[in-house]
């Protein structure tokens, strides 16, 4: 066999080679790809279970919690107790710059809870301002201020989440508390959940 058949092999065995490692090389890339995707998918963690982000609660202007949680929202006369005391004593008006607490509880008993409530005037302006309690947090967007679940008050062993509201310091009107609640059945993802307003 002559010198240039010879390199002529070696070239071609090469470029084979390197085609093999090529393709090789892709397959991997490609199928890692895969595989991490699929680990995303099922190792989802769900990203409001320390409270969801600021307007959520079906305010006028804002969206709930169906922004992120599969089906539509149900009327949450009957789920959602919310109640303003003076002490232990629930109240109906408010004195300008008083402090109270409110406590909100869902009727059910779901596996996995959350809400988030505001209060506002009739002019949609924030009524006061909001304090968080030992199983409540709040944010704010807006110029408005939302309490919130946290993520070790979202479990059903928890009966009712309180906070303090400070009435606004003259007197605003009346003043609507807009809650959003959802009995969330743990399963890990977004579907499934019941959303009461």
């Known amino acids: 066999m002559s010198r240039k058949n010879e390199q002529l092999i070696t070239k071609t065995n090469t470029m084979k080679t390197k085609s093999i490692l090529m393709i090789t090389f892709l397959s991997l890339i490609f199928f890692g790809f895969q595989f991490s995707k699929n680990n995303l998918e099922t190792a989802y963690i769900p990203s409001n279970a320390g409270g969801a982000g600021a307007g959520k609660t079906g305010a006028p202007g804002e969206s709930n919690c169906t922004a992120c949680h599969s089906g539509s929202a149900q009327d949450g006369s009957n789920e959602n107790t919310l109640t303003v005391m003076d002490g232990s004593n629930p109240v109906t008006a408010y004195l300008p710059g008083q402090t109270y607490t409110v406590m909100l509880a869902m009727n ?3 596996a996995k809870k959350g809400f988030q409530s505001t209060a506002l005037t009739g002019a949609n302006n924030m009524a006061g301002d909001f304090t968080g309690g ?9 110029a408005r201020e939302y309490a919130n679940h946290t993520g070790a008050s979202n479990s059903s062993s928890t009966t009712s989440w309180n906070w303090s509201w400070t009435a606004p310091a003259v007197n605003s009107g ?4 807009y809650v959003a609640s959802n009995a969330a059945n743990n399963n890990g993802g977004n ?4 959303i009461y307003l």
């Open 191 to 194: 579907s499934g959940d019941v």
């Open 108 to 110: 059910s008993a779901p």
């Open 174 to 177: 009346d003043v609507t508390f």
């Open 134 to 142: 030992s199983n409540t947090q709040i944010n704010s967007a807006n």
